[in-house]
């Protein structure tokens, strides 16, 4: 196969700068940004099993920075680490931090970030070599650890016994309300130069049309708002700026127990796991390819989604990789039907989405429709834990729609992303062959495998919407709907 990432060239036109209009104007320091997001963040840790968790990452990336970072072009800087160097075999390596503070006044010491990395990771073997160098030794070959190092998971945190976590980060948490409001202020000593802020607000979960209607978003500076909602925001003679199709909407049926389902008590009265359609490991694999031949990618992202977003046939987008054009797209509705008389099929598959998430409604209902015409009888159903994978543990449900953030602009480190932060449940051979790889070829190797079984089926790339306010400058979109707030800046008085 060969190499099919797009130059990152092309990237560096994604970005998405907001509000270039005032390029002559001098950025000022001062002022509060505030800002809207659409979903309750009740904690700012990184490693924190939560709901939501892109705009917990959102917020988390104002105290909390990783060894290294993607750039608005895709490509690997350092952050935290100034320089880095594999040994031979590329299962070891070694990492030089750089001097920094954290937001408490200590310095940042190798022993922090060989603590913070070990949370992040068990398996990894990590050596302090003095204050300032450490180096990390992978169960096997890692030849993109820089890359891995960039994503939210690995942020470095100094984490206290009273549980307090300090960072280096632009911005200090000076107020925290879980769930409804938090107040970050700049941080005079960071290394990277004070931002032009001083601080930032961030209200949680609030609905944005109400909030259009009763303030025309008038003390608000950003917001983020849902695709059903751009209409209203529109007809209001708002902009709103659209992310690349980024955000993967994809139904994924999860793996059976360890040993199985298992077969009922006799005489309970409930039917067999091996009846129709199931077997001792769940949905019958040609159930689950019934599904995803049935599906109508196309109506779902150019009817339904309103051209803002595009159907999905892998795990990555066709804009970040190149590839995705060689995995099946067009439904199949006569093969629907052959498999799901081949396999059998249950009285219901039950899929169970985001209650919250009005675009994972839609798609939801209409899946149904796709399914039932293929003769498969899919129920879909609202449920509020959906989006974290201790919640999803207790869902009576054979199947869930989830919305997963793409965490980079970089395929290895996004699809790495993807793959660790447990939302897909792979299998370890599968996070494994994502790890291992070192090739474009290898990452669509990987990509195959993952939904060869359709365990995991892609439905839709989604697009993230991002609606500023004029007197807001330098505010950066990334094209995976990311923020990139370094040069940010507000106007006076306003």
């Known amino acids: 196969m060969k190499r099919c990432f797009l130059p990152l060239l092309v990237l560096s036109s994604l970005l998405l700068p907001m509000h270039q209009g005032w390029a002559g104007t001098r950025p000022r320091y001062g002022g509060t940004a505030r800002t809207l997001v659409q979903h309750k963040v009740t904690s700012l840790d990184p490693l924190a099993d939560t709901d939501y968790a892109e705009d917990r990452n959102r917020l988390a990336s104002l105290l909390f920075e990783t060894l290294t970072e993607i750039d608005a072009q895709g490509r690997l800087r350092p952050r935290l680490a100034v320089s880095w160097q594999p040994e031979p075999g590329s299962r070891v390596w070694r990492f030089q931090i750089r001097p920094a503070s954290l937001n408490d006044g200590s310095v940042l010491t190798a022993s922090v970030v060989g603590a913070s990395l070990k949370a992040a990771s068990p398996e990894w073997r990590i050596v302090v070599n003095g204050k300032q160098a450490i180096s990390i030794e992978t169960p096997s070959p890692v030849p993109h650890l820089p890359e891995l190092l960039s994503l939210p998971r690995f942020a ?204 994972a409604k839609m798609v939801a209902e ?58 897909l449940e792979l299998s370890s051979e599968t996070t494994a062959s994502i790890l291992d790889a070192v090739r474009p070829e290898d990452l669509f190797e990987a990509e195959r495998k993952a939904i060869a079984d359709y365990r995991l089926i892609p439905v839709a790339h989604v697009s993230e919407a991002l609606w500023l306010n004029t007197t807001i400058h330098n505010w950066q979109q990334l094209p995976n709907g990311g923020w990139k707030l370094d040069q940010l800046w507000v106007e006076a008085g306003r």
Do not use: C
């Open 156 to 359: 470095i945190v100094k984490r206290l016994a009273d549980g307090t976590m300090i960072g280096t980060g632009p911005f200090k948490l000076s107020e925290w309300q879980p769930g409804e409001r938090a107040l970050f202020a700049a941080n005079e000593e960071y290394w990277g130069g004070r931002p032009y802020l001083d601080a930032m607000e961030v209200r949680m979960g609030l609905s944005l049309r109400e909030h259009l209607i009763e303030h025309q978003l008038g003390a608000d500076h950003a917001a983020e708002p849902t695709i059903d909602q751009l209409h209203t925001l529109e007809q209001a003679g708002q902009s709103v700026a659209l992310s690349r199709p980024s955000d993967l909407l994809v139904v994924i049926f999860p793996p059976p127990p360890p040993n199985g389902w298992g077969e009922p008590a006799v005489g309970s009265g409930a039917v067999s796991t091996q009846r129709i359609g199931r077997d001792a490991k769940g949905i019958h694999p040609k159930l689950r390819e019934a599904v995803a031949s049935a599906i109508n990618r196309f109506a779902i992202s150019n009817v339904l989604l309103q051209k803002r977003s595009r159907p999905a046939g892998a795990l990555l987008p066709q804009w970040l990789t190149g590839y995705e054009f060689a995995f099946p797209l067009d439904p199949n509705p006569d093969q629907a039907r052959r498999l799901r008389t081949e396999a059998g099929a249950p009285a219901t598959i039950r899929l169970a989405y985001d209650y919250s998430d009005t675009v």
């Open 366 to 423: 209409r899946i149904a429709v796709d399914a039932r015409e293929a003769g498969i009888n899919l129920q879909p159903f609202g449920d509020p834990h959906v989006t974290s994978k201790s919640g999803r543990k207790s869902l009576n449900a054979d199947a869930v729609l989830l919305r997963i953030p793409l965490q980079s602009i970089e395929p290895y480190s996004a699809l790495a992303g993807l793959a660790l932060a447990n939302d």
